[in-house]
C-alpha cells in the first residue's frame, strides 16, 4: 500500500526530504530493527509513489545521517537500534521535564503493579525477582544500580501482559534512567536510605507475587511518591 508523505506545515520540502523523514521516523520508532535491510530502491519508489532517484536521494540523507549503511551489492540496512530516540518524548532539558516525569510514573506505574499482581504469569514474576535480585546485592555493598532499579519496573510493566504499559516504560527508559541517577545520589547521603528503597521494593513485589493489585498500586504510588519527594524536597529515605 502506498505511504501518504506530507511536508511540514509553512515551510515547502522536496520529495527526497518528505520520504526521508518519513523513513527515519519508522526508524525511530522501530519499525525496522537494527541491521534489517531496508526495501529496495524499487519497492521504496512505489511504496511512496516517487521516482528512484528522489528514493535514492532520501537514502543518501540516511547515510549520511548515520542511521543506515551499504553493503555492495545487498542493498541498505539498518544502522544500530541504539541511535534511535524513544517514540513521542524528546531529551530531559530541566528540573521540570524531571518532575513532570515523575508525575507520569505516579499516575502510570501503579496501575501497572495491580495489573501485574492480578495477571503475572510464572516467567513474569521471575524477571521482577531476578531485578529485585540484582538489587539486593547491590545494596549490600552499598551501592545503587540504576539498571537494576529500571529492570524491576520494567518488568512489573511488562508482566501484566498490556502492551502499552510495557510500550510506555521503554519509551521513558532515558527519561527514567536521569530521575533514578540523581534519586541514588541523594539515597548515598541518606543514613540507611539504600536500604530503605529496597524494601520499599520487596514489599511491591511481594504484593505482586501474592496477586494482591490493591496492596501493589498503593505501595507502587508510595514508592514513586517518597522517590520523587527525596529527590526533589531533601526528604529522607
Known amino acids: 500500500m502506498a505511504r501518504q508523505i506530507q511536508g511540514r506545515p509553512g515551510k515547502r520540502r522536496n520529495l527526497g526530504e ?5 523513513l527515519v521516523n519508522s526508524i525511530k520508532s522501530g519499525a525496522y530493527e537494527a541491521d534489517e535491510r531496508l526495501p529496495t530502491e524499487q ?13 535514492r536521494e532520501a537514502l543518501q540523507q540516511l547515510r549520511d545521517q548515520g542511521l543506515i549503511y551499504s553493503r555492495r551489492g545487498a542493498g541498505s540496512f539498518v544502522r544500530n537500534a541504539g541511535l534511535r530516540k524513544p517514540l513521542g518524548f524528546g531529551q530531559v532539558e530541566s528540573i521540570a521535564d524531571l518532575s513532570s516525569c515523575y508525575e507520569f510514573r505516579i499516575t502510570l506505574e501503579p496501575e501497572a503493579a495491580a495489573v501485574a499482581a492480578g495477571r503475572h504469569e510464572a516467567d513474569g514474576l521471575a524477571r521482577i525477582g531476578a531485578a529485585l535480585d540484582l538489587m539486593r546485592d547491590a545494596t549490600d555493598r552499598q551501592r545503587h ?4 532499579d529500571f529492570a524491576f519496573h520494567n518488568a512489573i510493566a511488562h508482566a501484566g501482559g498490556n502492551p502499552y504499559f ?10 527514567i534512567a536521569v530521575g533514578m ?11 540507611g536510605g539504600l536500604t530503605e528503597v529496597y524494601r520499599e521494593h520487596q514489599a ?9 493489585p490493591d496492596r501493589a498500586r498503593d505501595l507502587m504510588r508510595r514508592h514513586l511518591t517518597g522517590s520523587r519527594d527525596r529527590l526533589f524536597e531533601g526528604r529522607r529515605a
Not at 145 to 148: G, S, Y
Not at 181 to 191: D, E, N
Open 166 to 175: 510495557a510500550t510506555a516504560m521503554e519509551a521513558l527508559k532515558d527519561h
Open 181 to 191: 541517577r540523581f534519586h541514588g545520589l541523594s539515597l548515598k547521603v541518606a543514613p
Open 204 to 212: 511491591i513485589f511481594e504484593a505482586i507475587r501474592e496477586r494482591s
Open 43 to 55: 519497492d521504496l519508489a512505489r511504496e511512496f509513489q516517487v521516482s528512484r532517484p528522489v528514493v
Open 145 to 148: 544500580r540504576e539498571d537494576a
Open 18 to 22: 518528505m520520504v526521508f523523514d518519513s
